[in-house]
Every structure is written in C-alpha cells, then in structure tokens.
C-alpha cells in the first residue's frame, strides 16, 4: 500500500491565485482529514471528512473548501491565496476516529 | 476547549527510558488521549492512545493518572531513531463535532 500521498510536494503561490492539493489515500478508511502546521507550531485541523460526501469544518476553515467525491480522495482548494496560508498541509487518514495516518505534507509559499 | 500543556524539550541518554509528561486539566470525561510524534520533515506519526486505563503496544507506554488531568508516555528505551517532537492530543467529541487539539509538543533530544 502507498498509504497516504500528497502533491505537490512544493508549490509558491502568488497572491490571489488559487490552487487544488491533492490528497489519496489506498487503505479504504472512511475518516479524512487535512491539517497546517505553521512553523514551530503544532497542526490545525482545518476540514475533515468521515465518509464520501460528508465534509464538517475543524478548527481554522476560512480561506478553504473540500471535497469528497470518492473514499480515496480528499482535495484541499485554496481560493483566493493569502500570505496568512503560507504553511505545510498535512493530509491524514484513518478506520476509525482514533490511530490517523499522515501524507508526507505539501509545503505552500504564497508571496 | 480543553488543551494539553508538555514541557517545551527533554534530552535523553540512548538506551535509557524516557518519560515525557502532558498536563491537560480541563479535560472532559469524554476525551481521548493520544500521542503523536513528528520526525523532522515528516508528517506525524500516531504512537498510542487512551481514555482511562494505562497502555502499552510495541512502541510505548502510556500512563494515565487516576484523575485524568495528566499523562506520562514512557519510551522503554530510548534510541536515535526516538528524536522528534511528541505531541500530547485531546480527541474530543462535543456536539457531534471532532475537535482534535494539538498541544505544543516536546523536543525530545537522544545523546548517543
């Protein structure tokens, strides 16, 4: 199993623009999630999803939407960029409310 | 929301066991414990979880005091491969909702 995968790895965003991050995972959980970690900080859950066609906002969801067509796929849309969404996205997985299982994360610069 | 306090970092002799204290005093009766670990440049890495009872799997043990208002996860022995930041969650669910709150983490530093 690849597990979690994310891209881009790396990506620098001009304000304003917008951009989708990818996120799959193939271990068929129903629980999804997408987290930032601003540097030196610990992550924010920003959306999650417990099924395909179920999404609830976590703690910091301005500036964000998802969706979830599919078990395996959880995208991040980014719509109008701000230098405040500069940070590393971590996308995370799991079978049940507990043990989550997180991408390698996508680094987003927004100048 | 009830938060989680962790001493900022700790240093640890390889080989040696390591206990890494989390104080969450707010918590509620419903709020699972868990504790995550990040290498560097990595996404986090789940380690163990509970809600009353101590645990242990093959990579720690977690001890809960008897009011809840504090835990201790215990690395047996401590390896190079053990240095990160070891992040204290509460993993609540109030009205339906999942709010999973991140504490500060501990920098845990393993002298060979």
């Known amino acids: 199993n690849a597990g979690v995968t994310q891209t881009p790895k790396f990506r620098i965003l001009k304000i304003g623009q917008s951009m989708t991050l990818q996120c799959a995972q193939d271990?068929?959980?129903?629980?999804m999630y997408w987290y930032r970690q601003d540097p030196g900080m610990g992550l924010k859950l920003i959306y999650y999803?417990?099924?395909?066609?179920?999404?609830d906002k976590g703690e910091v969801p301005n500036g964000y939407n998802v969706s979830r067509s599919t078990t395996e796929d959880f995208p991040l849309r980014l719509e109008l960029a701000a230098p405040s969404q500069t940070s590393v996205y971590f996308c995370?997985?799991?079978?049940?409310?507990?043990?989550?299982?997180f991408g390698p994360g996508t680094r987003l610069t927004v100048t | 929301d009830a938060k989680t306090t962790q001493p900022n970092s700790m240093e640890s002799n390889e080989e040696e066991p390591v206990h890494l204290p989390c104080n969450h005093s707010?918590?509620?009766?419903?709020?699972?414990i868990h504790w995550y670990r990040q290498l560097p440049s990595q996404g986090p890495e789940y380690v163990i979880h509970?809600?009353?009872s101590n645990v242990n799997n093959r990579m720690a043990s977690l001890a809960i005091a008897e009011d809840r208002k504090s835990s201790t996860l215990i690395l047996h022995r401590a390896t190079l491969r053990d240095a990160a930041v070891y992040y204290c969650?509460?993993?609540?669910?109030?009205?339906?909702?999942?709010?999973?709150?991140f504490g500060t983490g501990t920098r845990l530093k393993v002298l060979a």
């Open positions: 995370a997985s799991s079978y049940s409310r507990e043990e989550q299982y």
């Open positions: 271990m068929n959980h129903n629980y």
């Open positions: 999803s417990v099924g395909a066609g179920i999404t």
């Open positions: 707010t918590i509620s009766g419903t709020d699972y």
């Open positions: 509970g809600l009353t």
């Open positions: 969650i509460l993993r609540g669910d109030t009205s339906g909702t999942y709010k999973y709150i």
